[in-house]
């Protein structure tokens, strides 16, 4: 593939996002003929809406989409994701946690056919260079015990890291049916994805966990457990229903 879209959502990002979307612009400006990042400012409240608006007159590829208020990185993953024009698109952390150079191996997948490659700490070939925070480390283990209960979603091993790569297609079917607005609306994507049949490919990556976390351990757990059984209330309503072409 030749052109690409990234999608990054950001909150509270000011210290680094600068210099990752430079490190992203300058990965895809080696690798895709086109491409487009695009920044999503989920309501920080420290100075990010100034880094990327500089990020922005030194990148011209970067777009900027600003939220006044925090929406949850479900909702801005998906505003991104719509705003998107590639045939390839993707979203990963602004942290880079997972580094962008992993990106060519996800690529490849949808070359091959997959429609989906989402990055997977549960198959062989993880490699971690900064060890998780230990909360979230079980916090990661029971979420995927519950997901399997709830929503029945045993063949994916991970649906929570976050580097994720689409065909276009799928992208365009599956984030117009997202309700879940934060953290577990991966599980959501790939809920859907699965209902669709489409192909999905779990791949091994580089880990450099970040040695702080945005996560409140015990409102979010109780908000990702209340999110995995609206998924399973909206299927059963009927509400991820593929769109006819």
């Not at 990148?59 to 006044?68: G, L, R, S, T």
Request: aromatic share 12%; net charge positive.
């Amino acid at each position: 593939m030749s052109e690409i879209s990234v999608v990054v959502p950001c909150f509270n990002e000011e210290k680094t996002i600068y210099f990752n979307i430079k490190k992203i612009n300058n990965y895809l400006s080696n690798y895709f003929r086109e491409f487009e990042i695009i920044a999503v400012n989920d309501g920080s409240r420290d100075n990010t809406n100034k880094e990327l608006q500089r990020a922005k007159l030194d990148f011209p590829k970067v777009v900027i989409i600003e939220n006044a208020l925090n929406a949850g990185k479900g909702k801005v993953v998906k505003d991104g994701m719509l705003k998107s024009r590639y045939e390839v698109v993707m979203f990963l952390d602004a942290d880079l946690a997972i580094p962008i150079e992993e990106t060519n191996k996800f690529v490849a997948e949808i070359e091959n056919g997959y429609d989906l490659a989402i990055a997977s700490r549960f198959v062989p070939g993880l490699k971690v260079v900064k060890p998780v925070l230990w909360y979230r480390k079980y916090m990661e283990k029971i979420f995927r015990l519950i997901r399997m209960l709830i929503i029945s979603n045993y063949k994916i091993h991970d649906t929570q890291c976050g580097f994720k790569v689409f065909s276009r297609r799928a992208a365009q079917d599956i984030f117009p049916l997202m309700t879940v607005e934060r953290f577990a609306f991966d599980a959501e994507i790939v809920f859907i994805a699965g209902k669709f049949g489409y192909k999905i490919k779990e791949l091994p990556i580089i880990l450099q966990n970040p040695t702080t976390s945005s996560v409140r351990i015990y409102r979010d757990s109780v908000n990702m457990l209340i999110d995995l059984v609206k998924i399973r209330i909206n299927d059963f309503l009927g509400k991820y229903k593929k769109p006819k072409k």
